[in-house]
């Protein structure tokens, strides 16, 4: 099994006829199950036309109709990515998985109160990966975003983390040692973000062939502390847990616009201590992480 996707999610490339939508819509066509899941495209201004063999439609909603896609992924620059997040949300797809990096703050709030508003009336609720994140792969099946395909391998472990480059470690690690991965997850760097590392190892935690997982987080903001007394009362499987930013200064952003401590419990020696009183294997080195989660299991 695996998590958010699989060999037969179809999806929906939002702003795929751009430099970007195009290159990473093909890197993801040539991986595993990828000619298949990926069925449509997105642009008004290009709506009949095709690229790559993929049908392109004005709107997300003729192409889920046509196609019965259930996930879109995202690649419209940072001014117009919030109005497709919520183009996405109103054709009631399942998963919007928005790469874009750099999004306005304002921007991102706004959709997120919509996303609320319009699930407290009832509405369907769609799952946000992202913005400003690497994607979501399930090995050896399907891949959606930006991670290099050739470092995944199928196995029981999964992973999730706020950084793109330190999922590819932590993937990397599990590929070298044979013991592969269910599905890895990016959420995301951003502050205003969509799925948490909390929903996250809600997912994992439900899927019997995850035997364990590796949470990487970040310094700033509550989410990995949130998810580490989550899994406390909930989570019977192993977990190890790595935190980047040991060294960095309170007050200065880190890289990722969410990067940004106060120097109280979003700290990385702060979120470190949590994890390991919710009963995480935590390290400070980011090499070790494939090697505890084989002794763990």
Not at 43 to 71: Q, R, W, Y
Not at 246 to 275: E, F, Q, W
Request: glycine share 14%; aromatic share 4%.
């Amino acid at each position: 099994m695996s998590i958010l996707i699989n060999k037969d999610t179809k999806i929906i490339t939002q702003g795929m006829t751009g430099k970007t939508g195009q290159f990473h819509t093909e890197k993801c066509q040539e991986y595993a199950n990828g000619k298949n899941c990926f069925v449509a495209g997105v642009n008004p201004k290009k709506a009949g036309e095709s690229l790559m063999g993929i049908p392109i439609f004005g709107t997300v909603k003729d192409a889920a109709a046509e196609t019965g896609a259930t996930v879109s992924v995202i690649y419209v620059p940072p001014p117009g990515a919030a109005a497709a997040i919520w183009e996405a949300v109103e054709a009631d797809l399942d998963l919007v998985v928005c790469i874009t990096e750099g999004i306005p703050v304002r921007d991102m709030l706004m959709v997120r109160n919509r996303m609320k508003k319009r699930e407290a009336a009832g509405g369907k609720k769609t799952l946000l990966l992202g913005p400003n994140c690497p994607g979501v792969i399930t090995p050896d099946e399907v891949k959606i975003g930006i991670m290099p395909g050739h470092i995944h391998r199928k196995g029981r472990i999964g992973v999730v983390s706020r950084s793109g480059t330190l999922t590819y470690e932590a993937v990397g690690q599990l590929t070298e040692i044979g013991l592969g991965q269910t599905t890895a997850v990016g959420t995301g760097g951003d502050p205003i973000n969509g799925l948490k590392h909390i929903d996250i190892m809600r997912l994992f935690n439900d899927d019997p062939d995850t035997y364990a997982v590796i949470m990487i987080g970040e310094i700033g903001g509550p989410d990995e502390a949130d998810a580490a007394v989550w899994c406390k009362a909930n989570m019977k499987k192993p977990i190890v847990g790595f935190i980047a930013g040991v060294t960095a200064p309170a007050g200065k952003r880190m890289g990722h616009a969410g990067a940004l401590i106060s120097g109280g419990a979003d700290t990385a020696d702060a979120k470190l201590a949590i994890m390991e009183e919710c009963g995480f294997t935590v390290t400070r080195d980011p090499s070790e992480m494939g090697k505890l989660i084989k002794k763990l299991i």
